[in-house]
């Protein structure tokens, strides 16, 4: 069992920034491919960016390529989502996911464990 738990969310501004956390116990941590997914009012949940165990490949979505960044720190059991020039529409609760290699790292399909979620509102 691997426990996620996301910390950072909260209201900015229109290009604003935020980084959000994700700190993992239980299993060893940098077993897992890291994920970050999001999920805004109405919609179905969607891939934002993930990571590889070793840190070494990184994937984004295009809506946020280029303004977001995923990093992790084995040693601290953390992964992070640094994102930057926030829009309106980021405006989603924001869960972190940790998973195995095996599936396309878009794929929710692909990731065995969930954090409980961390609310980002951007305001216009």
């Not at 900015?12 to 935020?18: F, N, P, R």
């Not at 960044?69 to 989502?81: E, F, H, M, P």
Request: aromatic share 12%; with cysteine; charged share 15%.
């Amino acid at each position: 069992q691997v426990q996620l738990v996301e910390s950072g969310g909260g209201l900015v501004q229109a290009g604003g920034s935020l980084r959000l956390s994700c700190a993992a116990s239980g299993r060893t941590f940098s077993w897992y491919r890291m994920g970050w997914f999001r999920q805004a009012p109405g919609k179905e949940r969607e891939f934002v960016a993930a990571i590889t165990s070793s840190g070494g490949s990184t994937y984004y979505a295009d809506s946020v390529k280029g303004r977001f960044t995923i990093s992790r720190d084995n040693a601290k059991n953390t992964v992070y989502l640094q994102m930057n020039s926030l829009k309106p529409e980021d405006t989603a609760v924001y869960y972190c996911a940790a998973g195995n290699p095996g599936y396309h790292p878009a794929r929710s399909v692909g990731y065995d464990y969930w954090g409980q979620g961390t609310q980002v509102t951007v305001s216009s």
